[in-house]
């Protein structure tokens, strides 16, 4: 990113890490608009560098999108499966596989694992956090899913992640 985008996503991540080592009335809200604003960013740096056509044909259902959302926000600690997805949203499993593809540039599976690891990144952010319990914490079945999931959306082991976060304090 270029120098300005990185600042911007730097001071906002330091603003939600201390909302989050700190919380305080409101710190919930304010962590949630944070990272809104850095999402924004960066989907708007990422257009400018790559501009991809928007569809001119595909109306989603986003009722339905939005419930699967919060399905898998309020259960992703436990073992999730696509067939559950489906059956909550009312819809055949290859017709949610990709109205949540079209919709949401992903499957439901990778962004159910994209949430885990995103939690886990909060968790290892603690003191004294443990990788195997931050596994099972945020839903992991076995530590080598985990490790291997974490490394492909963060670029590096749990245990770098932690070993760097704790050089930036």
């Known amino acids: 990113p270029s120098p300005g985008l990185f600042r ?3 001071s906002y991540f330091d603003e939600m890490l201390t ?9 919930e809200v304010r962590f949630r608009a944070l990272l809104g604003l850095s999402l924004t960013e960066l989907l708007r740096w990422e257009e400018k560098q790559n501009p991809v056509s928007q569809p001119t044909t595909g109306i ?11 399905f898998i926000h309020a259960h ?7 067939q559950d997805l489906a059956k909550f949203a009312g819809l055949s499993q290859g017709r949610l596989q990709s109205t949540f593809r079209r919709a949401m ?15 886990a990144c909060a968790l290892l952010c603690l003191p004294g956090a443990r ?9 992991f079945e076995t530590l080598s899913h985990f490790n291997l999931s974490f490394r492909r959306f963060c670029e590096c082991s749990p245990t770098e992640y932690i070993r760097r976060r704790g050089r930036g304090r």
Do not use: D
């Open 60 to 70: 989603y259902n986003w009722a339905v999108i939005e419930r699967v959302l919060g």
């Open 76 to 82: 992703y600690r436990e073992e999730v499966y696509v």
């Open 8 to 10: 911007n996503l730097s």
């Open 105 to 119: 540039g992903m499957s439901c599976m990778q962004y159910l694992r994209s949430y885990r690891i995103s939690h």
């Open 131 to 139: 990788v195997t319990e931050v596994a099972m914490e945020v839903g």
């Open 19 to 27: 909302e989050f080592e700190k919380p305080r009335f409101g710190s």
